[in-house]
């Protein structure tokens, strides 16, 4: 028989197109020649080669790929400033995902079930805004000194209501900054969001608003106080001005406190919240919104979606068709995803990363805990990796069988040889492997894999197995020469990769 290398394999385990999916797991061997080694790495969360026909899936990916977490920055305030809440869809069915991830909508409609207050206001007390400081040492200072001087003068002279209407106007942004602020703390999530400007109402719908709210009250706890920043450059606004800005602290039961500025500006005569610094919510709203995105669509069984998700690192590690089969091979082991929930957000998040921890269930495999990364690509948010504990039961021994099958189709005995582990070529030279498997009586064999038993499919640190229907004939001897057997491949984790440790016939 011909023990000649080739480059074509065949891409499924059985005849079914299996992909590995691992996020922050490192590539997998290919079909054919040599099996490459597996480097584990969180950093990695797709290893695998689009060429492999086991489609160099990456440790398993928990749940339905089309499984992440764009928008502008809003630190700066330069153009698009951040949305104060999370823009979480609808929850999903079977358990709250993200609070809003049930069911993946439009993009518009965020994720998390439970969105975060968007961004609080500052003001405790109502008593903040009577009359501006003024910073020592500082052209504000004198600017804000100069007009409160007119104001007292201007008041000084025509007095009674006109005086009580300049005061109202000089006061209006801190007026508007402190009933956002009391809205969240008493959840009046509706309330709070008509006092958006329409350029973040544009951004969010009032549902996904209400989900985002929630998903932090959730995750970081419901906020507890709310106040302007000590210093007396915290309120900045100019009478007749068209902008203000306040410089707060929002205190959440789990989170503590966070400081952050409250934009403003006047819409139509009336103030409005304009943005939201990511450092008073925790979290750029845009990571918060993809984040909910990969979860609705893993959840959902859209890994089409979840894949456009992924960053381009993921996606050069993954072809889109890996990525599919992979979420899809994990629901029939693992189980379907029954719940994914922002659990908490971590500190020290910037409009360029985030970090999100998530609590992912599915229906066989249970519940895990674990950390997704994000990082802004372009002017997008992408999901940049996922802790391994989020991460289903490892395929890549499946994929190590596939290559192995694939090699017997087409008589590579040879170089399916070099899938074996090492106490097995220990035991049986390449030789003897070769002869006892391509001929019979000086009559050529021919072997075919048949669909692996998914149900026996069992991963134990470094060793797994699976039961693998295989068909074993003689051309030479006609078509009745032919018979099916079931075997018990077992595999074994070595320094270079897994590989198959023993084939035990189960007749």
């Known amino acids: 028989m011909s023990d000649q290398q080739d480059s074509s394999t065949n891409p499924s385990f059985g005849e079914q197109n299996y992909s590995q999916q691992g996020y922050g797991q490192s590539g997998y061997p290919q079909p054919a020649g040599q099996p490459q080694p597996a480097s584990g790495g969180s950093s990695s969360p797709y290893p695998g080669t689009p060429s492999n026909p086991y489609g160099g899936v990456p440790q398993g990916y ?20 951040s949305h104060p809440y999370g823009s979480y ?31 609080q206001p500052f003001y405790g007390q109502q008593t903040v805004y009577t009359q501006p400081p003024t910073p020592k040492n500082s ?23 006109a005086a009580v209407f300049l005061i109202k106007q000089v006061t209006a942004p801190a007026e508007a900054a402190l009933q956002f602020c009391n809205d969240l703390k008493t959840q009046n999530y509706d309330t709070a969001y008509g006092l958006l400007s329409s350029g973040l109402q544009g951004q969010y719908s009032q549902s996904d608003f209400h989900s985002g709210v929630t998903a932090l009250d959730t995750a970081e706890g419901k906020v507890t106080g709310c106040q302007q920043a000590p210093g007396s450059n915290s309120y900045s606004y100019s009478l007749g001005a068209s902008t203000a800005s306040v410089s ?15 934009h403003l500006k006047n819409q139509n005569g009336t103030w409005k919240i304009d943005g939201i610094d990511t450092s008073l919510l925790g ?17 959902g069984h859209d890994y089409t979606t979840a894949y456009t998700l992924l960053d381009s690192a993921q996606q050069g590690a993954v072809s889109k068709a890996d990525f599919v089969a992979s979420g899809t091979l994990h629901d029939q082991i693992d189980g379907t995803i029954t719940k994914c929930a922002l659990t908490k957000v971590s500190i020290g998040n910037t409009d360029q990363s985030a970090r999100l921890t998530i609590d992912l269930n599915r ?13 802004l690509e372009g002017s997008a948010w992408k999901i940049d990796s996922t802790d391994t504990t989020l ?41 003897q492997f070769i002869a006892g498997f391509s001929t019979f009586q000086g009559n050529a064999l021919q072997w075919k894999c048949g669909k692996p038993d998914l149900a026996t499919y069992t991963v134990t640190n470094d060793t797994a197995s699976v039961v693998v229907p295989m068909t074993l004939s003689i051309p030479a001897l006609g078509p009745n020469a032919t018979t099916t057997d079931s075997f018990k491949v077992a595999f074994v984790l070595e320094s270079s990769g897994w590989r198959i440790d023993d084939l035990k016939s189960q007749a």
Request: hydrophobic share 30%; net charge positive.
């Open 248 to 262: 707060a602290q929002l205190t959440r039961a789990t989170q503590g406190t966070m400081n952050g500025t409250l």
């Open 62 to 81: 928990t749940g339905t790929p089309s499984h992440p977490y764009g928008g502008a920055t809003p630190q700066q305030y330069t153009g698009t400033p």
């Open 139 to 161: 052209r504000r200072g004198l600017k804000i000194a100069l007009t409160v001087g007119a104001i007292v003068l201007v008041l000084g002279l025509i007095g009674g209501g």
């Open 363 to 375: 229906s066989k495999l249970g519940d895990r805990t674990g950390d997704v990364t994000l990082k």
């Open 391 to 431: 991460n289903g039961t490892d395929l890549r021994p499946l994929v190590v069988g596939e290559q192995f099958c694939v090699l017997f189709a087409k008589a590579k005995f040879g170089v399916a040889y070099g899938l074996m582990s090492t106490s097995f070529q220990q035991a049986v030279t390449k030789d």
């Open 283 to 299: 979290v750029n709203i845009g990571a918060l919104q993809a984040a909910g995105a990969f979860c609705t669509a893993m959840q």
């Open 89 to 119: 869809g609808q929850p999903g069915p079977a358990s709250q995902p993200y609070g809003g991830y049930g069911q993946p909508g439009p993009s518009s409609q965020p994720y998390y079930g439970q969105p975060g207050p968007a961004s």
